[in-house]
């Protein structure tokens, strides 16, 4: 589950803030407060964010980035008028409208200098419906639907488009990192619809049905990780009305909800990689996680050997950092089972280890005896993510742990763009399917009491000592 941002505030004084959202513990983070164009509604501004940054489009059209690590704010550019904007990468993607909503505009931001880059992409359809405005984008392309419910599909890197009609009434498009998705309208007003989408042949697969807790609530933001789908809704965000939060899980289609009183916007990445030291298994023994290079053969937990396509590297700031988020989780040796890891273990909270048929996240597991989460650390993380062809199974200190899968975005990496020219043109890794544990309350009372027994079993005394 990834971190959210989320952005509100009072619309009659222009006052803005930017809190980031866990999902899992429901804890909100401060991140900025700041002054912005006044007379506007929050949940109708452009906004979106990665694990650095959230950008917003002001009704006076410049381009505000927060950091989300130091909380500076800056104002790029400007003239922007556009209707909602995603990222798929390494740019921002705005969409406008022209003559009276009948044509519609695409274009890429240069998020260092807030400045629309020229390759404006124009589409006439039968109608958008600003009410309804949505933008998704993937590293290769952009999606937006009209309003008689056909998807509109333009390519940013090659002189084609496309659109094909979806049999059901799209609120909003989202892009997870390797699918498409809808919300939808349900049969009812307060009913609504996640669905995944083709997007070339519009064929679209129902994830889940639900409906808002106050039948009058409006849908203001949809965004999406690897495992779960968020709707935000409000009754009037004006007059300060409870926003409320409903997280769909992808593999089940259950809901939950939380009260926020704030908008969401956009879903931040995670941060699932091997802290500096860890050894994984090769064709040649344990290396080394730092000295690893493209092509070495890693050992799976399937007993085949697979080549590493890429190692990355995030440099982590811990004094501006949520340390729940970014600190080391320290698995101790045999903590799993005997010998599992046979030596001590650490990873980031968010990389999952596969334990009893579950891919649980390290933060997940925590239980401050033979798992516990590292306090005495250094002002900067240094955290190495190995990805494979395909998002498999490896052995770390004898532990099975996942590999690199791109729910994460490898902009942020510190070496993205040694990454970009090894592949420029790569297809988004597919998520292995077992069911993932992201905290601890879910992780099934079984699994708990082993764990529990093996930590107990490690602190008795050595009955040999003398």
């Known amino acids: 589950m990834s971190k959210l941002v989320v952005m509100g505030g009072d619309y009659l004084n222009g006052d803005c803030f930017v809190e980031t959202f866990d999902p899992s513990t429901g804890v909100a983070t401060p991140v900025a407060r700041f002054s912005i164009d006044p007379d506007v509604f929050w949940s109708g501004l452009p906004f979106a964010a990665d694990a650095n940054d ?33 990222l798929n990468g390494s740019s921002l993607v705005a969409m406008g409208y022209e003559a009276d909503f009948m044509y519609l505009y695409l274009e890429t931001i240069d998020r260092a200098t ?123 965000p004006v007059y300060d009305y409870p926003a409320l939060l409903y997280d769909i899980n992808l593999s089940t289609g259950t809901v939950s909800v939380a009260d926020l009183g704030k908008n969401v916007g956009a879903v931040t990445t995670e941060v ?84 009893d048929g579950l891919l649980v996240h390290a933060s997940a597991l925590v239980n401050g005896a033979s798992i516990v989460r590292e306090r005495a650390i250094a002002e900067r993380i240094v955290y190495y993510h190995v990805e494979l062809e395909a998002h498999e ?32 043109t790569s297809k988004p890794i597919e998520e292995l399917s077992f069911a993932r544990v992201k905290a601890r309350r879910q992780l099934p009372a079984r699994l708990r009491q082993a764990l529990e027994a093996r930590a107990a079993a490690l602190t008795l005394p050595d009955a040999n000592a003398a």
């Open 54 to 86: 959230c950008y917003i489009v002001s009704a006076l059209g410049l381009l505000y980035d927060i950091n989300l690590a130091t909380g500076a704010v800056t104002t790029k550019g400007g003239g922007h008028n556009i209707d909602c904007m995603t």
């Open 114 to 236: 807030g400045e629309a880059a020229d390759n404006r992409y124009l589409i006439a359809s039968d109608g958008f419906n600003v009410n309804r405005a949505s933008v998704a984008a993937s590293a290769t392309d952009i999606y937006v639907v009209s309003s008689g419910n056909v998807l509109y599909g333009c390519s940013l890197t090659e002189a084609r488009s496309w659109n094909t009609p979806l049999n059901a009434q799209v609120l909003r498009l989202t892009y997870n990192g390797s699918q498409l998705f809808a919300l939808c309208q349900g049969a009812a007003a307060d009913q609504y619809r996640v669905e995944t989408v083709d997007p070339n042949t519009g064929t679209m697969s129902l994830v889940a049905t639900f409906s808002f807790s106050a039948p009058t609530d409006y849908v203001t933001s949809f965004c999406a990780d690897a495992t779960d789908a968020y709707v935000m809704s409000n009754g009037n």
């Open 272 to 355: 699932a990689c091997f802290a500096r030291g860890t050894s994984l298994m090769t064709d040649k023994g344990e290396v080394a996680v730092e000295n690893l290079a493209r092509g070495d053969l890693l050992l799976t937990s399937e007993g085949a050997f697979k080549p590493v396509a890429w190692i990355g590297r995030s440099t982590i700031s811990t004094r501006f950092s949520d340390p729940l988020r970014v600190c080391p989780i320290r698995i101790k040796a045999g903590a799993l089972s005997e010998g599992v890891p046979s030596r001590d273990l650490l990873l980031s909270p968010d990389h999952a280890l596969f334990v």
């Open 393 to 424: 199974l490896v052995l770390a200190e004898n532990a099975p742990v996942e590999t690199f899968v791109d729910t994460a975005e490898r902009l942020t990496f510190d070496n993205w763009e040694e990454r970009q020219a090894l592949y420029p």
